[in-house]
Antibody, heavy 120, light 111 residues
């Protein structure tokens, strides 16, 4: 079964750090772009970051730029999101999401179950 | 690129059609001829799922009562006959620019 499983969420104080992990199974991670999308409590979806196979071409939404770092270990089929200088408004469920393939980041077709980050 | 959906709330009678609009602040039509617009659906308490990509292509396993249309800056998601399991929030998302952006979401509810 193709799936993504996130972990690493939790409660952290403002200014603190967390590292989220996303493990893929049933497919080869390096063959796909991987995104992070977050959803604040009771609100809509917000795209956060992405990179493609072998960790190339990282990109970040403006609120994450300079504070978050996306990376991956394709040998472990794992993507990470290092989040530093966390703020209260970073509180959200964070989803790891698979893009279409190595060439194309759109059509995010596999979503993890999400991991909750609470900054308070 | 800003994405604006309407309506924000959509009450529908089962068996009736439904339509959701999505406007972008910049044309999503690429020189390759594709419109870089996805549609996603989130059931209550669940992770979102992909419905439509490149404006009009249904994702694998998506029922054919869902269809996407439009070009440039105006797009529509149509459900030909709403079923109770279609209750949830629908989002459009532009994938043209490196920094993807979602619409605010449209909540479909059953009358």
């Amino acid at each position: 079964e193709v799936q993504l499983v996130e972990s690493g969420g939790g409660l952290v104080q403002p200014g603190g750090s967390l590292r989220l992990s996303c493990v893929g199974s049933g497919f080869t991670l390096s063959d796909h772009w991987i995104h992070w999308v977050r959803q604040p409590p009771g609100k809509g979806l917000v795209w956060v970051s992405r990179n493609n196979g072998f960790g190339m071409n990282p990109a970040y939404a403006q609120p994450a730029r300079g504070r978050f770092t996306i990376s991956r270990d394709d040998a472990k089929n794992t993507v990470y999101l290092q989040m530093d200088s966390l703020r209260v408004d970073d509180t959200a469920v964070y989803y790891c999401v698979r893009g279409r393939d190595f060439e194309n980041a759109y059509a995010m077709d596999v979503w993890g179950q999400g991991t909750t980050v609470t900054v308070s | 690129i800003a994405m604006t959906q309407s309506p924000r709330s959509l009450p529908v009678t089962p068996g009736e059609p439904a339509s959701i609009s999505c406007r972008s602040s910049y044309s999503l039509l690429h020189s390759d001829g594709y419109n870089y617009l996805d549609w996603y659906f989130q059931k209550p308490g669940q992770s979102p799922q992909l419905l439509i990509y490149l404006g009009s292509n249904r994702a694998s396993g998506v029922p054919d009562r869902f269809s996407g249309s439009g070009s440039g800056t105006y797009f529509t998601l149509k459900i030909s006959r709403v079923e109770p399991e279609d209750v949830g929030v629908y989002y459009c998302m532009q994938t043209l620019e490196t920094f993807y952006t979602f619409g605010q979401g449209t909540e479909l509810e059953i009358k």
